[in-house]
């Protein structure tokens, strides 16, 4: 039987066991993956630890890349052969894993499967934030927090496709050459500054357009204080804990500003959604344009280890597990 990561109570990395288990045969619409490489994202963590409830005992990891091994009836559009890649379907970190043909996507010729289980979940992130939930302009400038880990080197150069001038912050001197390298403009070391008060230096007191804060609890008054007046705060994540209920008012006094807390389902509504956001990311990645860092791999036996190194912030960049 194929080996997988499950948990079976909630609480630390110490909980995840790597275990056989019986993945089955694909049914209607579904396909059969043997599983080349899966992406660890925050959002396992959350569901590691009890904070986003799922039913127990669970196979983690919501995204992946491999290749099909069987498939069920009434599957249209897919054979054994095919390289497929998916984002919001439990069972990733596994040998195997059946996957909704609805939710699988080709990998072109000239993308990896390491390339392609690294953006499902975090480059169609990066893709809504920049086009839809704050359609980025020429001109416009933005503060993207986290800059260099994987939604955050994304999204620079994303924006900065766009035409957009980009500020990062980061934490050592490391992260702010890979943000540097993906083609921020400006980088802050929130580690050495108050990241606000800098952000407003080099806005000339304006503020910017747009914060993306993947960071939460510890970012988000100081994201609030960044912004120009009217200006809006896409908080799509907290990895550094839950943000604190927030008074409308604190919106008001920041400027008449803007807060979206967006979720990817509401940015994949349909097929043809799915396929615009992750085609162009794939196109990018084909021709060169958008490079993906590969911060990590780690192997199914040392996913507690790959847990602990992404919340402990020493990784930059993608981290994958490869069965």
Do not use: C
């Amino acid at each position: 039987m194929p080996t997988a990561v499950q948990v079976r109570r909630t609480g630390g990395p110490e909980v995840l066991e790597v275990a056989e288990v019986e993945i089955g045969t694909p049914g209607p619409g579904e396909l059969l993956v043997d599983v080349a490489a899966a992406g660890v994202n925050y959002i396992d963590t959350y569901q590691r630890s009890g904070l986003y409830p799922v039913p127990l005992p669970y196979i983690l990891g919501l995204e992946g890349a491999g290749t099909v091994v069987a498939v069920g009836p009434d599957v249209r559009g897919f054979s054994e052969g095919d390289r497929v890649a998916w984002q919001g379907v439990p069972g990733g970190y596994a040998q195997r894993a059946l996957v909704p043909a609805d939710l699988a996507v080709h990998v072109p010729d000239g993308v990896t499967d390491q390339m392609a289980a690294a953006v499902p979940l975090q480059g169609i992130t990066a893709h809504y934030l920049v086009t839809s939930t704050y359609p980025v302009k020429e001109g416009e400038t933005i503060l993207v927090h986290a800059a260099a880990g994987g939604v955050g080197l994304l999204l620079i150069q994303l924006a900065k496709a766009r035409g957009a001038r980009v500020i990062g912050t980061v934490s050592s001197a490391e992260k702010e050459a890979l943000a540097r390298e993906a083609g921020a403009d400006e980088v802050i070391r929130y580690d050495q500054m108050n990241f606000a008060d800098a952000t407003r230096k080099l806005t000339d007191g304006e503020g910017v357009h747009v914060v993306y804060d993947g960071v939460g609890k510890s970012t988000v008054d100081g994201s609030l204080a960044s912004l120009r007046k009217r200006g809006l705060l896409a908080l799509f994540g907290a990895s550094s804990g839950p943000v604190p209920p927030i008074d409308p008012q604190q919106l008001n006094k920041a400027g008449s500003v803007y807060l979206t807390r967006p979720d990817s389902d509401d940015y994949v509504q349909t097929r043809a959604e799915l396929e615009w956001r992750i085609g162009e990311l794939f196109a990018a990645m084909a021709d060169g344009s958008l490079k993906v860092r590969i911060g990590a791999t780690y192997q199914l036996a040392d996913a507690r280890q790959a847990h602990e190194d992404l919340q402990a912030r020493k990784t930059a960049g993608k981290v994958l597990l490869i069965p």
